[in-house]
């Protein structure tokens, strides 16, 4: 049977069945509902948000905060380019464009220090300030925000998290997704926990979540029949979806700690051989360790990335490259980029391994034999 990178995991007491059956039961079959509500209600405790906004997906989410904050044609938006085109791809739908921002080596986050030299030169230049920053939670790694927030405060430019991979990471102390004006997250059938698709848009201003949910309902006005004066989507969740949704919330903590002792299990296995770097640990606050990231460095590993990832393919396990930085992507060739170099070597040398909270040590097992067996040949050949 393949081993996946981070497949589904329902919840092993079936609360995802019993709200299932609920929604079922109530006939609410339907993009609104007493699910949704009620999952917006407990996301938001959980994740202390005082607002959430649940939604079609993480990207809806990300393209809802854009329009929020008022981003529009010829704007410029700083975003992290070591991403999924989840957290870009709305940027460029808003007619505005991106400015990538590379990874520092600690966090393998936004680089606050090229934030900062970017916003000083333009303000000291007079050239307009970007509208906007996307700052992307890694792998469940948050970025380092106390310099990031200190500087977009000085500057006027409002933060989106995109904390679509760090559900249940925390950044000194404080639950991702609350550090900037709007934070997103996923739900995707990979994240650490799934609805199949969909999403969430948390914040502080209750105002805003109004506007967010207006404007994710087609922005219909309050009137008998069908009124509009502002011109909005169709990014709601099904109340079946959400039905999911709040059965998984319930085993969230109990999906951290198993992927954090996954990768636990692989840095006890594999950290003895030359070459292999672990994902930092950037030590402000807690890591989910969604996927276990590993860099291969092959002048001492005695292979590069894609041998491990073949030899792992061979065996029907599925292994990736962490994501190519939005930078080096053919659709955005020609925007600008502050620096590069460090997500791009991420890119070459980084592979996600199997990370998934229902994987089994004996499967765990067969991915490290497998390494350490490439390790071994590859030294004998050198
Ligand atoms: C998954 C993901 C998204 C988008 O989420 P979808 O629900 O798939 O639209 C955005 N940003 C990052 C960093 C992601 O990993």
Redesign the pocket.
């Known amino acids: 049977m393949r081993t996946f990178l981070s497949p589904p995991h329902l919840s092993e007491e079936g609360h995802e069945r019993l709200f299932l059956e609920e929604a079922l039961a109530s006939n609410w079959i339907a993009p609104t509902g007493p699910q949704v509500d009620a999952f917006e209600r407990e996301f938001a405790e959980i994740n202390r948000s005082p607002h959430a906004v649940a939604v079609s997906?993480?990207?809806?989410a990300?393209d809802l905060s854009l329009r929020l904050l008022g981003v529009g044609a010829g704007d410029d938006v700083l975003c992290s380019t070591f991403?999924?085109i989840?957290?870009t791809a709305p940027i460029v739908h808003r007619g505005a464009g991106p400015v990538f921002v590379d990874s520092e080596p600690s966090t393998w986050n936004l680089d606050p220090n090229l934030l900062e030299d970017e916003l000083r030169v333009r303000s000291r230049a007079g050239r307009p300030l970007p509208k906007a920053a996307v700052v992307?939670d890694?792998y469940g790694q948050s970025a380092d925000f106390d310099p990031i927030v200190g500087t977009c405060e000085r500057y006027g430019v409002p933060i989106i998290e995109?904390a679509?991979?760090a559900l249940g990471a925390t950044y000194r102390g404080v639950p991702s997704g609350n550090q900037g004006a709007l934070g997103?997250f996923?739900?995707?059938g990979?994240?650490i926990i799934t609805t199949s698709?969909?999403?969430m848009l948390v914040c502080r201003d209750e105002a805003a979540a109004g506007r967010a949910r207006r404007l994710s309902t087609q922005a219909r006005d309050p009137a008998p029949h069908y009124q509009h004066s502002d011109v909005g989507y169709n990014y709601t969740m099904s109340n079946l979806l959400a039905a999911v949704g709040r059965g998984q919330l319930r085993v969230l903590e109990r999906r951290v700690a198993a992927r954090r002792a996954i990768f636990d299990r692989y840095r006890m296995a594999l950290g003895d051989l030359p070459g292999i770097e672990f994902m930092p640990d950037a030590g402000f606050g807690r890591a989910t360790r969604w996927l276990t990231c590993i860099v291969i460095v092959p002048e001492l590993f005695g292979a590069d990335r894609e041998t491990v990832r073949l030899a792992l393919e061979a065996i029907d396990v599925e292994s990736r490259p962490l994501w190519k930085p939005m930078h080096l992507q053919p659709a955005f060739l020609g925007c600008p980029s502050l620096g590069g170099e460090v997500s791009a070597r991420l890119f070459e040398q980084g592979l996600c391994l199997p990370s998934g909270s229902s994987l089994t040590e004996c499967d765990q097992n067969r991915v490290v034999e497998a390494i350490r067996t490439v390790a071994v040949r590859g030294r004998h050949c050198q």
Do not use: Q, R
């Open positions: 997906s993480g990207t809806a990300i991403t999924f989840g957290s992307v890694l995109d679509a991979e997103v996923s739900f995707n990979n994240k698709g969909g999403g």
